[in-house]
């Protein structure tokens, strides 16, 4: 491989020199059609934020309806079939539509900056991945407010959501969703992975790469193992109940365990590539407000790497209560058990940076010390799941929802939450107010804890998960009030979160390129930075580039900007191998994905969809495809070096 | 200082109101608490609760402390603060020395947890099941029905929704299900296990202490998942005889003439055609078997305490009170349903 690399600045001599910023080729046009074929990766990664955020909030409302309805006993604000559509769409939402999507989202915004890249790779893939994902949820809400949401829980369980009790279409646009959200997600995951491994800054070798791109790449190389396992589940459960198959069947052979054990084969790594993107920001924040690098990077980055391989083999113990061997649940307890080792050592090392830091506390950094503070309970509670013994009194009841929020909520959501206040002045320009973000982080997490808190003792006496309502003989119904009572802080506090967001966003101070004092790559251009990223390719001579002396260490010249090139590097050193140039803006992803939501939206009522839409989405994505003559000459001009 | 006054105030208070509500817990009429044990399995997993909850808080507490150290002496920095990249060449030793220690002892925390948790399974599955009652539980869509199993076919017999067990012997369900995955679990007694269709399970439990315990179903199964629920009542092995022999007795020939009628009401009607009373020509099993209604103490599994008048509206509309429930609501005459309701009275 090093007999191919280029040196930097040899880069085909003097044919062309560093254009000016106002000539380069990046920018994309306007109008219309400059907004459904952009293919910036923050222009989409704006939206995919955005968008996320959105289902998060339609998420969020459906579950301050669950905590309305279960505030007192016998309560008849809700009936059942209501309330179990709303329970498997808010869990629906949250884990496809939000929890995964907004790490992806983060990702596509920020780790192109980070590695010092001019674009994210394979840019019109990650612009069609957004279509998708947007279509796809759209449709979830509109079955939803139809009346037509699916009712079977977020697991869909066969068979009541087979052919034969899962009523009408309700679990079809379950299983379609997932179709959308998975064609998205895997895009997404290619693309990050290719960009981090291929298109990093020279100088960044492997062990230079920002803690916070490595969790985000082996999220993505967990996504694309872990998610075929649900795509192939989710078509089975479209084929019995559209073409009579009888994959789950169990009176024709079927079995409705198959479906169990390819279910959590997908959703307990998704657990882990929900939180890993949290721990991505958690190292980001530690870093810049403790003043100094994470201690141990070696040992966190061998952490990120060993939570991804033990994150698959651990899915039966949510099957326990099922006839699962004993010995083999014995193994699924060791593996659940030891996962906890990894994330212990993630922990000891940002506490120990904290120690020898020297610590700014702004918002950022309270939003990572709730992380601590709930993600320690829940991790401690999942170590309680994993013991089968306990698992088979608290499995499936309130105890459960306590220990997910706890995981998912303190894992993802808290250092999200951060996140945002810590990149916004990055991708705005402006700076969110410091006393209303610790007013709003205050109100956040005691209302969280107050809601649900209460549940792990709900759950140990006795109040089943997914119930619509309780007798008052139970005794639950003072702390389910409670728990209530802590949602509407909750809301209380993310409606002055957004408040806070639009108000920095409209009058906040201007920020600067970096607020902060970061230390990663990103704060080294403009906030909000240019088309181009970069306008001068930075060459890495360290961790930490703009900490270090020799951080950065040149810039590479000789990347056309009206060409928009890019610079492909190798792998492991990131060595200059060759320039690439990067394809323009189009709207055919936009229609293509226009052609795959009609066909997979077909298909959930006629496989007759599948024959007709096939033809379409071909059609389309070879309109995508089709070269251009002037784009290949040029491409043949630029990347074959003129002898 | 009032800031940090106010903070342990909140902080009081918050406690109190966890504490209340789980005294009302406690104090409800259930019995359905998984800390209560009223047998050796539950007891065994509330001891694994009790270990593992204070290995965990040690942890988290331990984790905490850790933290607040590490913000409270730390100097403070602010954005202009120069980094201190010299650290990335620096070996830290203490630190290092700090971190693995840590590492190691969690590594110990959580091998003893594991063990703890490996040595309540082995109690768990070496119960002794010697001369155990057989039951043959069957899930439906939103009820149970149990089957009393008995090499003398003439012993058999079924009932639903409430089950009596002797104190002291141990029980061997075979669980199975005629619909969708449910759970059984009682948590008073022991944890769960599912009924999966096309599966069967076994799961055993021993009652050793009398009373009547709270299971609900925990595996979500559909519009009424929240009203299913069996009650375990735990007898005296002769009480418990004296129960059996009694479920084994069909229905008696009403002797008034309004529980004769209501007797023909019942199976000249639709009810006939899912439920079944033994002693007459209503013999289907779609539904609660209700030769010994009368003897239960709720109805539709749980739902109503089983009193006439609630039966008499339960009859006229089970939707009102468990909708999506497969039991259609009857329109009857007035007497028709006061008939009824008297002769399902009788059904001791």
């Keep these: 491989m090093s007999d191919a690399t280029i040196p930097v600045g040899a880069l085909d001599g003097a044919r062309r020199s560093d254009d000016a910023a106002e000539d380069s080729g990046w920018a994309g046009p306007g109008g219309l059609v400059g907004w459904l ?141 997932i179709t959308f959200t998975e064609v998205s997600g895997l895009m997404v995951a290619v693309s990050i992975i290719a960009t981090t491994l291929k298109m990093r800054a020279p100088g960044m070798s492997l062990d230079r790469v920002p803690l916070f791109v490595w969790a985000m790449v082996v999220t993505s190389t967990m996504i694309l193992f872990a998610m075929p396992a649900v795509m192939l589940a989710s078509t089975m459960l479209i084929t019995d109940r559209l073409v009579g198959t009888h994959v789950f069947n169990a009176a024709e052979g079927g079995d409705p365990l198959l479906w169990q054990h390819l279910f959590w084969f997908f959703a307990h790594p998704e657990v882990y590539f929900i939180f890993i993107p949290g721990l991505a920001i958690v190292s980001s924040i530690v870093a810049t407000f403790a003043r100094r690098p994470v201690f141990g990077y070696p040992a966190v980055v061998l952490s990120l790497i060993a939570t991804g391989f033990l994150a698959f083999g651990l899915w039966v113990h949510h099957m326990f209560a099922t006839n699962v061997p004993e010995l083999g649940k014995s193994f699924f307890t060791a593996a659940s058990m030891a996962i906890a080792i990894p994330t212990a050592i993630q922990l000891f090392c940002w506490i120990t940076t904290l120690w020898h830091g020297r610590i700014n506390l702004k918002t950022p950094l309270y939003y990572v010390l709730g992380f601590f503070f709930v993600l320690t309970l829940g991790g401690l509670t999942g170590i309680m799941l994993a013991a089968v013994p306990l698992d088979l009194q608290v499995h499936d009841t309130y105890f459960v929802v306590a220990h997910l929020h706890y995981v998912l909520i303190g894992g993802a959501v808290f250092p999200l939450l951060g996140g945002v206040v810590y990149w916004f002045p990055k991708i705005i320009g402006r700076t969110m107010d410091e006393r209303l973000g610790r007013l709003s982080f205050w109100l956040f997490f005691i209302g969280f804890n107050v809601t649900f ?98 951080g950065i260490a040149g810039s590479v010249v000789n990347l056309g900007m009206k060409d928009r090139e890019v610079l492909i590097t190798s792998v492991v050193e990131a060595k200059p191998h060759h320039r690439e140039l990067f394809p323009c803006a189009t709207t055919w992803p936009f229609f293509t994905a226009i052609g795959t939501t009609i066909l997979f939206i077909a298909s959930i009522f006629t496989p007759w969809a599948v024959v007709w839409g096939s033809p379409l989405v071909a059609l389309l994505a070879t309109c995508w495809w089709w070269p251009s003559l002037a784009e290949a000459r040029r491409h043949r001009e630029v990347e074959v070096p003129s002898q | ?67 607040a150290i590490a913000i409270i ?112 679990w009682v948590p008073n007694v022991h944890g769960k296990k599912d009924l999966i269709p096309g599966h069967s399970a076994t799961f055993d439990l021993r009652v050793d202490q009398p009373g009547t315990y709270r299971g609900q179903c925990a595996e979500f199964c559909g519009y009424q998942h929240a009203h299913m629920a069996l009650l375990v009542v735990a007898e005296a092995p002769d009480e418990f005889d004296r129960w059996a022999q009694r479920q084994r007795q069909p229905a008696a020939e009403p002797a008034a003439p309004d529980t004769k009628r209501g007797r023909d009401v019942f199976l000249a009607s639709t009810c006939a055609m899912c439920h079944a009373v033994s002693g007459t020509t ?30 008499a509206r339960w009859i006229e509309d089970p939707q009102r009170y468990k909708p999506g429930v497969n039991m259609p609501p009857h329109a009857l005459p007035p007497q028709d349903a006061q008939a009824l309701v008297a002769w399902l009275g009788t059904l001791q």
């Design chain 1, 37 to 177: 074929g952009t293919i910036d990766h923050k222009r989409i990664g704006r939206r995919f934020i955005v968008t996320a955020f959105l289902f998060f909030a339609a998420g969020g409302f459906l579950a301050a309806l669950m905590r309305l309805q279960l505030a007192v006993p016998d309560s008849g604000f809700i009936g059942p079939d209501r309330y179990n559509q709303i329970f498997s769409t808010h869990g629906t939402i949250m884990m496809f539509l939000f929890a995964v999507p907004i790490g992806q989202a983060m990702a596509v915004y920020l780790v192109p900056l980070m590695v010092g890249a001019r674009a994210i790779a394979f840019p019109r893939m990650v612009a069609f991945a957004y279509w998708v994902y947007l279509f796809g949820g759209v449709m979830l809400l509109v079955a939803l407010v139809l009346n037509i949401g699916p009712d079977a829980g977020w697991f869909s369980y066969v068979p009541l959501a087979g052919p034969q009790f899962g009523i009408g279409k309700r679990s079809d646009f379950w299983a379609q969703l």
């Design chain 1, 453 to 550: 808190f209460p549940m792990h003792i709900l759950g140990l006496a006795g109040m089943p998960r997914r119930v619509y309502t309780y007798a008052g003989e139970s005794g639950w119904g003072p702390l389910n009030m409670m728990s209530s009572i802590g949602a509407l802080m909750i809301a209380a506090s993310l409606l002055l979160y957004v408040f806070n967001v639009v108000r920095g966003a409209l009058q906040g101070p201007s920020a600067g390129v970096d607020p902060w004092g970061g230390g990663t790559l990103e704060w080294s251009t403009a906030s909000p930075p240019p088309a181009h990223n970069f306008d001068a390719m930075p060459v890495v001579g360290g961790r930490e580039p703009l900490w270090e002396s020799n």
């Design chain 2, 1 to 67: 200082m009032t800031h940090r006054r106010s903070i342990r105030t909140l902080g009081a208070g918050l406690w109190s109101c966890v504490i209340y509500g789980a005294t009302q817990v406690r104090a409800a009429p259930f019995n359905q608490d998984a800390i209560a044990a009223a047998g050796p399995q539950a007891a065994h997993i509330a001891h694994l609760w009790n270990v593992m909850l204070a290995v965990c808080l040690a942890v988290f507490i331990g984790v905490m402390v850790a933290l």
């Design chain 2, 73 to 184: 002496r730390a100097p403070q920095g602010n954005s202009a603060t120069p980094p201190d990249s010299d650290a990335l060449a620096r070996e830290e030793r203490p630190a290092s020395r700090a971190v693995v220690l840590a590492v190691l002892a969690s590594t110990a925390g959580l091998a003893l947890v594991f063990l703890a948790s490996v040595h309540a399974e082995r109690a768990l599955a070496g119960m002794d099941r010697t001369g155990a009652l057989h039951i043959t539980l069957t899930g439906h869509q939103y009820w149970w029905e149990a089957q009393y199993d008995d090499p003398a076919p003439a012993q058999v017999f079924s009932t639903a929704n409430e089950l009596h067990v002797p104190v002291g012997r141990p029980v061997i369900f075979t669980l199975l299900s005629d619909d969708v995955i449910h759970s059984f």
């Design chain 2, 282 to 311: 209503a013999s289907a099993r779609k539904a609660p078997d209700l030769t010994h209604l009368a003897s239960r103490s709720t109805l539709a599994a749980g739902t109503l305490p089983n009193k006439p008048e609630n039966l």
